[in-house]
């Protein structure tokens, strides 16, 4: 089957650097997502990555290994506003998302 | 408008009824989708649609159906409410249906079925 696991939840501290971590398996990599969600809000858009490698945009980085089934986000000099929800999904074969369950982010001051 | 739309924001509805909620983008994008999040759970997909005119089946299609009659609106059906379908729906736009094509979301039908 299909499968995306990501941490439940994270706790970091304002200022701080978070990595939330992705594993997946899938029939089939058509890149991978992040987005981020606020509480009772939709997901937005925040990277996507298909090569291995770092891409890097702002304050936020997403790490792509094709190999290993992973892929990291990298949240640095954290706010308070990036409390949110971190969703991690790849396009499978079908180029439809698989979405893992999220992984609730808490900054503390 | 800008981006896309969903109504009604929330509904109560009593199992056995029929309900229709709506979906309306004006980012003239071919391809829509229908998810369900529910706490726990990653986002499922319901139903989606390539292009105007054609639909197809997701994860979790079973007591819902869709249309796409145009490219601007993809209303969700339940035929005959059950309560597992109590859950927050989502629907999503991309420009295209593939690979890099971020999906743009509405702002969620909370739904709850007695």
């Known amino acids: 089957g299909q499968n995306i696991d990501q941490p439940t939840e994270m706790t970091a501290t304002e200022g701080a650097i978070v990595q939330i971590n992705c594993t997946y398996q899938t029939s089939g990599f058509n890149g991978l997502f992040w987005y981020q969600q606020h509480a009772g809000e939709a997901p937005t858009f925040l990277s996507y990555n298909v090569l291995d490698g770092l891409e890097e945009k702002g304050r936020f980085s997403s790490f792509l290994s094709r190999s290993k089934g992973y892929s990291y986000l990298l949240l640095k000099e954290l706010q308070m506003k990036d409390s949110a929800s971190y969703l991690c999904a790849v396009m499978d074969s079908n180029y439809q998302l698989i979405w893992g369950a999220g992984t609730k982010l808490i900054i503390k001051p | 408008i800008a981006g896309i739309t969903q109504a009604p924001t929330s509904q109560i509805l009593a199992a056995g009824r029929r309900m229709t909620l709506r979906c309306t983008q004006d980012?003239?994008?071919?391809?829509m989708y229908w998810y369900r999040q529910d706490l726990g759970l990653g986002l499922r997909l319901i139903h989606y649609?390539?292009?105007?005119?054609?639909?197809g089946k997701g994860e979790v299609p079973d007591g819902y159906s869709v249309s796409r009659a145009n490219t601007d609106d993809f209303p969700l059906t339940l035929a005959s409410a059950v309560p597992s379908q109590t859950s927050v729906y989502f629907c999503?736009?991309?420009?295209?249906?593939?690979?890099?094509?971020?999906?743009?979301f509405g702002p969620g039908t909370r739904l709850t079925v007695l």
């Open positions: 980012m003239r994008h071919n391809a």
């Open positions: 649609s390539n292009t105007a005119g054609t639909t």
């Open positions: 999503a736009s991309s420009g295209l249906a593939g690979a890099n094509n971020e999906q743009f």
